[in-house]
């Protein structure tokens, strides 16, 4: 059964560090992997998603990474701001059209 | 493009009664819906799959005679809460597949909606 475990559970920085999330999954045969951002009580926003075949998407100050055969992505954030502080979320999908299986979340608190 | 309501976006109701959650692809046709739920610090999960059309399929541990789900059209999925009780107080969120995109490379998720049952 698949599981999805992200570190740490929560982070903290101030303004302008650049910063690391981390993901791993236990079945390393997936379709794709998504990194999304959930606001305290608001849906999802989708923020990449990497297919299996690929190793890295980038979108402006965010690159995510894919080595799948480790069974680990990274979401890279770079010159960190106060706007991005929220939960950020990883979760993959095992085949085409399926369900997609979520990680816990990294809360993220950026100070300015 | 590819946008996903939810409605209502919040509800209160008593114990023992019935709330009805409605999930629509705004500009798309979708011929799968999943519904998560996320109670609070916890992770998004999947408690059934709605194909249009069909029955839904059930995650274990998910009552299916509790837990009414309908997707009688290409754009509309609905999730009816019977006899709510507080334990199923929870933020149920709604994804919907692109039926034109080949391999669902993308899920599109609702906004959610906040169930308090009283």
């Known amino acids: 059964k698949q599981e999805v475990t992200q570190i740490p559970a929560a982070l903290s920085v101030p303004e302008g560090e650049n910063l690391v999330l981390n993901c791993s999954f236990t079945?390393?045969?997936?379709?794709?992997l998504q990194w999304f951002r959930q606001d305290p009580g608001k849906g999802l926003t989708s923020l990449l998603l990497?297919?299996?075949?690929?190793r890295e998407q980038t979108s402006g100050r965010l690159n995510a990474s894919l080595d799948k055969s480790s069974g680990r992505s990274t979401l890279y954030i770079a010159a960190s701001q106060p706007g991005d502080s929220a939960t950020y979320l990883c979760?993959?999908?095992?085949?085409?059209?399926?369900?997609?299986?979520f990680g816990k979340g990294t809360t993220l608190s950026v100070s300015s | 493009g590819a946008v996903v309501s939810q409605h209502p976006s919040w509800v209160i109701c008593k114990s023992g009664t019935s709330v009805k959650i409605e999930c629509r692809s705004l500009?798309?046709?979708?011929?799968?819906m999943f519904w998560y739920r996320q109670f609070p610090k916890q992770s998004l999960m999947l408690m059934a799959t709605?194909?249009?059309?069909?029955?839904?399929?059930?995650e274990q541990g998910v009552e299916k005679d509790k837990f009414l789900i309908n997707h009688a059209s290409l754009t509309l999925s609905t999730l009816t809460v019977t006899s709510a009780h507080p334990e199923d107080s929870s933020f149920y969120i709604c994804?919907?597949?692109?039926?034109?995109?080949?391999?669902?490379?993308?899920?599109?998720f609702g906004p959610g909606t906040r169930l308090t049952v009283l």
């Open positions: 709605s194909n249009e059309g069909s029955k839904a399929t059930y």
């Open positions: 979760a993959v999908a095992n085949q085409a059209g399926t369900a997609l299986i």
């Open positions: 500009d798309f046709q979708a011929t799968t």
């Open positions: 079945d390393s045969a997936i379709y794709n």
């Open positions: 994804s919907a597949r692109d039926r034109a995109v080949a391999g669902g490379l993308e899920q599109f």
């Open positions: 990497i297919q299996s075949s690929q």
